[in-house]
T-cell receptor, first 109, second 113 residues
Framework: GQNIDQPTEMTATEGAIVQINCTYQ??????LFWYQQHAGEAPTFLSY??LDGLEEKGRFSSFLSRSKGYSYLLLKELQMKDSASYLC??????????WGAGTKLIIKP | DVKVTQSSRYLVKRTGEKVFLECVQD?????MFWYRQDPGLGLRLIYF???????EKGDIPEGYSVSREKKERFSLILESASTNQTSMYLC????????????FGPGTRLTVL
């Protein structure tokens, strides 16, 4: 079967750095997405990786290792507004998105 | 900016009622999707559509149907609502056959009593 694993919840301090991991086993691979979802709101696109390595976008970076079936989202200089759920999704061989359950990130002052 | 709108943010219905959830996107996207989101589970795909009048089953189509009569509009229908269909329903759209980045609507929280 297809499976995406990410931690259920993480806590970090304002101004710090946090890394949210995502491991996957899917039928094929055509890219990995990270989305942010604030409580009661729609998911919004953060990043996309299809090749191995690190993609940096401001305070957020996303890393992919296809051989290990592994990705992480790195958030730097955490702000209170970063409190949200972070969803990992993998596009499989049929170009369908397989979604993780999401990681709820709690930022403390 | 891509805009995806859904007809209701909150909806309360009774068991056995027919329920219509509407989704409209304004970016001329070919692809549209309906998901449900439940605590502790990832988004689960109900139905999707790659073009007008086309529809394909996702992972959990049972109890649902869809309609896409116009490119910008994708409707989800619960023929006879049941309590296990209480959930958050999210509509999304994307451009291109190979499912580019999906843009989501704000969601409809449906409660079936």
């Amino acid at each position: 079967g297809q499976n995406i694993d990410q931690p259920t919840e993480m806590t970090a301090t304002e101004g710090a750095i946090v890394q949210i991991n995502c491991t996957y086993q899917t039928s094929g691979f055509n890219g990995l997405f990270w989305y942010q979802q604030h409580a009661g709101e729609a998911p919004t696109f953060l990043s996309y990786n299809v090749l191995d390595g690190l993609e940096e976008k401001g305070r957020f970076s996303s890393f992919l290792s296809r051989s290990k079936g592994y990705s992480y989202l790195l958030l730097k200089e955490l702000q209170m507004k970063d409190s949200a759920s972070y969803l990992c999704a993998v596009r499989d061989s049929n170009y369908q998105l397989i979604w993780g359950a999401g990681t709820k990130l709690i930022i403390k002052p | 900016d891509v805009k995806v709108t859904q007809s209701s943010r909150y909806l309360v219905k009774r068991t056995g009622e027919k329920v219509f959830l509407e989704c409209v996107q304004d970016m001329d996207h070919e692809n549209m999707f309906w998901y449900r989101q439940d605590p502790g589970l990832g988004l689960r795909l109900i139905y999707f559509s790659y073009d007008v009048k086309m529809k394909e089953k996702g992972d959990i189509p049972e109890g649902y149907s869809v309609s896409r009569e116009k490119k910008e509009r994708f409707s989800l229908i619960l023929e006879s609502a049941s309590t296990n269909q209480t959930s958050m329903y999210l509509c999304a759209s994307s451009h291109g056959r190979e499912a580019d980045t999906q843009y989501f609507g704000p969601g409809t929280r449906l409660t079936v009593l």
